[in-house]
């Protein structure tokens, strides 16, 4: 899978996503991701890629230009574009599977005041948000966003088994999990995960997902079933 990410950070996102099982996943080339300045692409001979909002305000947004041919330059036919943005639909595990699916992500991150709503409508196919909250620039979105999609793309995990204890796969949180040694500091881990009968293992499993859920997250199970 290959992903570009158009910033003005670079550097932030390389340092975060050449870390753990992401980096690994880029040095083996199971995931093909790069980097890119948006002042590469900028004509302005100062280097700017913002100006000030027509109609007054405070701050500045990104102009056209530069993301235009930085799109153009980077972008594959049926590539989906990507612009981190607040008011994008809100990331979940079942927009990372179906990106995951995708041979070829362009993220875009915006910064100041956002960007020129032309280049939204006229490049970007997809607009998400990791959250109803802003940051200062959408660079730490879209790593969370690799992330998140990386580890549904075979070969990331070294055992694709761990996707589905995860929260959220399905409508449930996960179960707790322990490990060794069995009592720390007058703490006991559950007998049923010490007896090896791994029907019984399962079986508390899914009832500790029913009762955690219920309790953190009732939501989820109203989405899933709008009669409870």
Known sequence: ?????LTLFPGMADGFLRESV???????GVLNFQAHDIRKWTKDKHQRVDDTPFGGGPGMLMSCQPLFDAVGAVSTEGCEVIYLCPDGELLNQAIAQDLAAKPHLVLVSGHYEGVDERFRQKKVTREISIGDYVLTNGTLPACV???CVA???PGVLGDGNSLTGDSFNGCLLSFPQFTRPAVYDGLEVPPVL??????AIEKWRKEQQLERTTRRRPDLL???DPKL
Do not use: P, Q, S, Y
């Open 145 to 147: 966003l690799v992330d």
């Open 22 to 28: 992401v980096g690994k996943a880029i040095e083996k």
């Open 151 to 153: 580890r549904h793309i």
């Open 1 to 5: 899978m290959r992903i570009d990410l």
């Open 194 to 199: 010490l007896g090896g009968n791994h029907a």
């Open 222 to 224: 109203r989405k899933n």
